[in-house]
């Protein structure tokens, strides 16, 4: 982690403290907790606006909730900055999958390198569907 904060006001939070948060949101969501998930993260966003990470755990919370096209939204916006985000890459497979857009599904895992952790995330994806 850097030593990089981010000043809000009189509050200064570490990569570590902001890794943390999107740690919770992310599990908040899993756990079926999606508003306040949604509110974690927003939190974060409010720090970091770009912040793909934390973008793509507001995707997620759209995925969970059969809201596909919000997370495309979302996603089309990490992917406009950085078109080999390999996490942002894999969240849009996983989302087109569920949406049932299979093909759709592939061109996205078959853009992540395969050599990036997400590209397992990818493979086990088209092998359980």
Request: glycine residues 8%.
């Amino acid at each position: 982690m850097s030593n990089y904060t981010t000043n809000l006001g009189e509050s200064m939070f570490s990569e570590q403290q902001i890794a943390r948060l999107l740690d919770l949101g992310n599990l908040a969501c899993q756990k079926g907790m999606v508003k306040e998930a949604r509110t974690i993260i927003g939190g974060v966003l409010a720090l970091r606006p770009d912040f793909a990470p934390a973008l793509i755990g507001m995707a997620f919370t759209h995925v969970v909730v059969d809201d596909f096209e919000g997370a495309l939204a979302i996603l089309d916006k990490v992917l406009a900055a950085s078109p080999n985000d390999s996490d942002a890459l894999a969240m849009l497979g996983l989302a087109h999958m569920l949406a049932g857009r299979r093909d759709e599904a592939e061109q996205a895992f078959a853009r992540i390198p395969q050599d990036a952790a997400a590209a397992d995330l990818a493979r086990v994806i088209m092998e359980g569907a």
